[in-house]
């Protein structure tokens, strides 16, 4: 869960077992709700599957008002050891947030 201007927003997802699945959006104005339900925060190839992860935590940008990074778990039940994590900026367009996928990027991107 995090809070950008005024409004509330937790970024979760389905379960099926180990397998990936869309992620989920939902605002409130108040943390106690009502919840409204967004749909799909991540856009493009794979957002489906949230980029084949699962949501884990937003992190709030030190020293950045506004700035969050979208974190998720990649988990792999063939080869656990091969679990990984993706760490994507959160965007927003019209005041929604929205994650997509970029190969890479910095710190910086919140300098824009």
Same mark, same amino acid.
């Given at each position: 869960? %995090?809070?950008?201007?005024? *409004?509330?927003? /937790?970024?979760?997802?389905?379960? *099926?077992?180990?397998?990936?699945? !869309?992620?989920?959006?939902?605002? !409130?104005?108040?943390?106690?709700? @009502?919840?409204?339900?967004?749909? &799909?925060?991540? #856009? ?5 599957? *949230? %980029?084949q992860g699962q949501s *884990?935590? #937003? /992190?709030? #940008? @030190?020293?950045?008002?506004?700035? %969050? ?9 063939? &080869? ?7 760490? /994507? ?7 929604? @947030?929205? #994650? ?5 990027? &910095?710190?910086?991107? %919140?300098?824009?």
């Amino acid at each position: 869960m %995090f809070k950008h201007a005024k *409004t509330y927003y /937790l970024i979760t997802s389905g379960c *099926t077992g180990w397998a990936p699945n !869309a992620a989920r959006l939902a605002a !409130a104005d108040s943390i106690w709700g @009502p919840w409204k339900a967004l749909g &799909n925060p991540c #856009v493009g190839k794979d957002a489906g599957s *949230t %980029f084949q992860g699962q949501s *884990t935590h #937003v /992190l709030p #940008v @030190p020293g950045k008002t506004g700035a %969050f990074i979208f974190m998720a778990d990649r988990w792999r039940p063939k &080869n656990a050891i091969d679990g990984r994590h993706l760490w /994507l900026p959160i965007q927003f367009k019209d005041g929604k @947030p929205f #994650v997509a996928w970029m190969d890479k990027w &910095n710190l910086g991107f %919140f300098d824009r």
